[in-house]
């Protein structure tokens, strides 16, 4: 929360940060809330130790970015580093999934699944165990420096500093092996680089989760700013119901609530509120869609015996609906969630399809430039190539180049086999062959300056990889 002061003429925009203290809260979508942390987390911890098996002299841990071997591995799908689009094309499914969750439900992911979110959860946590609830860490932080204060302060540092390391290790070990190198980590054998990325990550994690928390949701992440354009009338968001609400004021519990609202500005909404918002005053930027305040003005409706809901997670339709004294429903089906859905199969179906077509072999051809042509004694042209074989599987294999395009075209493969039209070229597993090849062509039959050559390269299995580049000549 800021206090903003500003000097007309002076131009003075000092913003002093208060820290927000959050008030526990227990219902519905603070159980919710705990539920997700800890999935996110199990997922973020117990993922690296998935195995899969890929057969023998490939890694076999399920997620893995291994640099080394410049390899991505994610269960059954294997990626190079030239396969990066695949990359690309999942996080733009990524991104239109986020829109349509938002259209459909507002602002789930920042709610209950963002990291910002889960880790700042638990460092509240870890300050509310240890120094207590809203009032007690309020005034701890007012009180002078007492050997109680500091050995509070110390236990809430460390324990900070322990989850941030594990967030830390744990983002490593999808690097590496994470059986081997989680002892690493800990016998203080592994490389400078691990110790470096665990410290960055770690410490992003504690100076984010614990002190920028809000301050990253209202300046840092670029999704607060255009949540609104995801949304219309009918996705779910959270609202004060300031037609049944209004006018508010204090009451006593038994107290009639004939000819007055239903809220009793205790401000626990407000107090609960992990942005230090206050939702009556309408949809915010700042609302990260946690639901905490309806749990919280949930438990005080209890209390006075008033329906549940003044704080309600429903659709802009649904609200003026109900106070109207209609009766809300739910529209799921609408142009903009057909619209995300069509396009999430497209991007879903283009990935799969290219995913199971894709070549494991691919090729590479660069023509020799200095000189461009040879005329041999004979009175043979030649030309010269570099040819990359990448070989994508973990079996040596024996392949069969053939070319054509130019009659009596003759393959030679220096240091390897020779052949009118067609040769053999061998490249080692998981590895890139480079070969040498000349062309030569008889005087006769080259008659233009440059003519289209296609090579075919055909794997084992009869699958082939047409190439097309240009022979050199000296025209008639
Ligand atoms: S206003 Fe309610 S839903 Fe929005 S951030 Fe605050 S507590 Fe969470
Ligand atoms: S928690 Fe409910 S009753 Fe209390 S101030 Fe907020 S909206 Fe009003």
Same mark, same amino acid.
């Given at each position: ?41 199990? $997922? ?25 071997? @410049? @390899? ?37 992911? &920042? ?105 990253? &949701? ?7 700013? $255009? ?69 919280? &003005? ?23 609906? @109900? ?142 990889? @047409? ?10």
């Amino acid at each position: 929360m800021n206090k903003e002061t500003t000097k007309s003429g002076g131009g003075s925009m000092y913003a002093e940060t208060v820290k927000i203290q959050p008030r526990k809260v227990k219902g519905t979508f603070r159980s919710l809330k705990w539920w997700a942390t800890v999935i996110t987390l199990a $997922f973020w911890h117990i993922a690296p130790f998935v195995r899969w098996d890929r057969g023998p002299g490939a890694p076999d841990q399920a997620i893995l970015a291994d640099m080394e071997g @410049r @390899r991505a591995y994610f269960f059954f799908i294997e990626l190079w580093p030239q396969e990066v689009y695949y990359l690309t094309g999942l996080l733009l499914f990524a991104a239109i999934l986020l829109f349509f969750i938002s259209a459909l439900a507002g602002r789930v992911w &920042c709610g209950f699944l963002c990291w910002q979110t889960v880790y700042t959860d638990l460092f509240v946590w870890i300050e509310q165990v240890v120094i207590g609830d809203r009032n007690a860490r309020i005034m701890f932080e007012k009180k002078p420096w007492t050997a109680d204060k500091i050995v509070k302060k110390t236990i809430v540092q460390a324990a900070w500093i322990a989850v941030s390391a594990a967030c830390g290790i744990a983002f490593t070990l999808f690097f590496e092996d994470a059986f081997k190198l989680l002892p690493q980590i800990f016998t203080l054998e592994a490389s400078a680089g691990v110790y470096a990325f665990i410290a960055i990550i770690g410490g992003f994690c504690y100076l984010l989760a614990g002190y920028a928390r809000e301050q990253v &949701c209202l300046y840092m992440c670029p999704y607060s700013r $255009f949540q609104s354009a995801m949304f219309d009338e009918h996705s779910l968001i959270i609202s004060y119901e300031d037609w049944r609400g209004e006018p508010r004021a204090p009451a006593r519990k038994g107290q009639s609530f004939d000819g007055r609202g239903h809220c009793v500005d205790c401000k626990m909404c407000v107090h609960v509120c992990p942005t230090g918002i206050d939702i009556r005053e309408g949809l915010q930027m700042a609302c990260i869609g946690c639901a905490l305040c309806i749990d919280a &003005c949930n438990s005080i409706m209890d209390k006075h015996g008033l329906p549940r809901g003044l704080i309600s997670y429903d659709s802009q339709v649904n609200v003026a609906s @109900r106070a109207k004294g209609g009766h809300p429903g739910t529209k799921l089906v609408r142009t903009r969630t057909v619209l995300y859905t069509l396009l999430l199969t497209a991007i879903a179906g283009a990935i799969m399809l290219g995913l199971g077509t894709r070549s494991t072999t691919e090729v590479n051809i660069l023509h020799e430039r200095a000189p461009v042509f040879v005329q041999m004694s004979d009175g043979t042209i030649r030309n010269g190539y570099t040819y990359k074989i990448l070989n994508m599987v973990r079996e040596e294999r024996s392949y069969s180049l053939k070319v054509s395009g130019i009659e009596g075209a003759r393959l030679d493969v220096v240091g390897g086999e020779s052949g009118v039209g067609e040769t053999k070229l061998t490249v080692m597993p998981d590895e890139v062959g480079s070969f040498r090849i000349y062309v030569n062509v008889p005087e006769a039959n080259v008659r233009d300056k440059t003519t289209p050559l296609f090579f075919t390269l055909i794997d084992p299995t009869g699958i082939t990889v @047409r190439s097309e580049t240009l022979f050199a000549g000296p025209g008639q």
